[in-house]
C-alpha cells in the first residue's frame, strides 16, 4: 500500500529541455511535500519544499506545483543539465513530528 | 557547519554477528531519523528520535533491531544476528524539530550494510 506514488521509474531529456517528475499521494493528511535527489552512494539532498497552503513554490531552476485536489504534485527543471542527472524522491509528511513518507524514487537522465 | 554524519560508510558483517550504525546529527538539529534501502528500492522509515527518546518506531521491524539517542554522543541503530535480508544502505537524517512546515530533514551519506 504505497502512500505516496511515482510512477515514471526513469526518464531521459536533452540538454536543456525541461524535465517534469510527477508524484502522486493517496494520504489526504499530507500537508508538506519534499523533493530530493540522490546520486549513487551518496545521502538524498533536500532540493525544494511545499506546504499545502501554496500551490507553487520556485526556486531557481527548480519549481514545485501542488494541486491539492488531485493529490498531486511535480517537480519542474528548466533548463534541465547534465549534473542534474540523479534519482529523484518525492516525500510527504502529515506534519510536524511525523515521519515522512517517500515515494520509490524517478531516475532521470539528461542526455547532452 | 559540518553534515549529518554517519559511520562506518561500509560494514560487513556475517550472519548471526551485530551491526552498529552511528549517526551524528547536523549542529543545532534534535532530531535523527533512521531510514533504510533495500537495492532498487526507495528509502523506507524505521524511526524518529528526539535527545534520550523514541518518538515513533512504527517502521522498526519488531525483533532485533533498536535505536537510540543519547544525551551525549551520536545515535546508534543497533542490528542484533543479522541476516541475509538485512543487507541495505541505511541513512540517518537529522532536522532541527521546528514546529509547522518548515523541518526540512538533512540526510547523512549512508551506511552499506552487507552481510555475508
Known amino acids: 500500500d504505497q502512500q505516496v506514488k511515482q510512477n515514471s521509474p526513469s526518464l531521459s531529456v536533452q540538454e536543456g529541455r525541461i524535465s517534469i517528475l510527477n508524484c502522486d499521494y493517496t494520504?489526504?493528511?499530507?500537508?508538506?511535500f519534499l523533493w530530493y535527489k540522490k546520486y549513487p552512494a551518496e545521502g538524498p539532498t533536500f532540493l525544494i519544499s511545499i506546504s499545502s497552503i501554496k500551490d507553487k513554490n520556485e526556486d531557481g531552476r527548480f519549481t514545485v506545483f501542488l494541486n491539492k485536489s488531485a493529490k498531486h504534485l511535480s517537480l519542474h527543471i528548466v533548463p534541465s543539465q547534465p549534473g542534474d542527472s540523479a534519482v529523484y524522491f518525492c516525500a510527504a509528511s502529515p506534519g510536524y513530528g511525523q515521519n515522512f513518507v517517500f515515494g520509490p524514487g524517478t531516475r532521470l537522465s539528461v542526455l547532452p | 557547519n559540518a553534515g549529518v554524519m554517519q559511520n562506518p560508510r561500509h560494514l560487513v558483517r556475517r550472519r548471526g554477528q551485530e551491526a552498529r550504525l552511528r549517526c551524528s546529527p547536523m549542529?543545532?538539529?534534535?532530531?535523527v531519523y533512521w531510514y533504510r534501502q533495500l537495492p532498487e528500492e526507495g528509502l523506507k522509515f524505521m524511526v524518529y528520535?528526539?535527545?534520550?527518546?523514541?518518538?515513533?518506531e512504527s517502521g522498526m521491524p519488531k525483533e532485533r533491531f533498536s535505536a537510540e539517542f543519547p544525551k551525549e554522543g551520536p545515535s546508534i541503530l543497533r542490528i542484533q544476528q543479522v541476516v541475509r535480508g538485512d543487507s541495505a544502505a541505511y541513512f540517518c537524517?537529522?532536522?532541527?524539530?521546528?514546529?509547522?512546515?518548515?523541518?526540512?530533514?538533512?540526510f547523512g551519506p549512508g551506511t552499506r550494510l552487507t552481510v555475508l
Open positions: 549542529k543545532g538539529h534534535s532530531h
Open positions: 537524517a537529522s532536522s532541527r524539530g521546528l514546529a509547522g512546515a518548515t523541518d526540512t530533514q538533512y
Open positions: 494520504n489526504s493528511m499530507f500537508d508538506y
Open positions: 528520535l528526539q535527545k534520550e527518546n523514541i518518538i515513533d
